[in-house]
DNA sequence: GCTTGACTTAAACATATGTTGAACGCTCAG
DNA sequence: CTGAGCGTTCAACATATGTTTAAGTCAAGC
């Protein structure tokens, strides 16, 4: 059910109507049209965009949140959202893991960043 | 010893000599300057490019990793790397649990993003 | 000491992620 | 049915992260 104008979603998601417009225009998040060509969106707009919003954080970038979303059916189950989730931290960890990985070797060869042997 | 050029810098770090002068104007890394106003680098530059860029993939500006690598005294040790690296991990651990718990309460809740009760 | 390749600055350009403003249209409560 | 409060688009602005270009300077080997 498209029921929520971007106001709503903007209020329900905690970011600017102008931000739920550029989500909508990068594939975040998608609306059906009124009569008048208003956005109506459903109730996962809102939720969509605060995942994204704690995605970001982690490095990812919205072209990469909506072509992750963009696996999702037209009516997701939780599962299919399970498996975003999943893609979503092991993306995270992922980085994570590159950046422990590259301190980690720095100090193990004992050829730190500022020891000019 | 402050004896390699931009392109030096540019070189041993795998970004481009603009980019060298970018993080040099953002205070990820520092440098003298010749008679001839030219830029001269000490060894830790590179490696600092090196763990900025990673830094940047999970999420981290270069404002936030300029102020970390703030924290490095002029001649830095071993443990004051360690301090560094501590910190940047455990920035990078925070906002993935900030994203798991996000995540597993959305699911918990039972009330997934798309699942319009 | 000259030449050539690398360096300098400044400004313009490019992309990502938004916000703001102007000018105008839709909607819904009274 | 009307008007106040939303919504619409488009363009300009703003910030972050760089790259490119132009015009000019430096440095290092021959």
């Known amino acids: 059910m498209f029921t929520l104008s971007v106001g709503d979603v903007a209020a329900a998601s905690g970011v600017a109507s102008s931000a739920v417009r550029f989500y909508e225009q990068h594939g975040v998040i998608t609306a059906v049209r009124t009569a008048g060509d208003q956005r109506r969106f459903d109730e996962g707009a809102a939720c969509r965009i605060r995942v994204a ?23 997701p189950q939780p599962a299919d959202w399970g498996q975003v989730a999943d893609t979503l931290i092991a993306e995270a960890e992922s980085r994570t893991a590159a950046l422990k990985s590259y301190l980690n070797d720095m100090q193990s060869a004992g050829r730190l960043c500022e020891i000019d042997l």
Chains 1, 2 share one sequence.
């Open 53 to 75: 919003k704690v995605a970001q954080r982690v490095g990812l970038t919205v072209r990469e949140i909506a072509e992750i979303f963009a696996g999702l059916p037209d009516d």
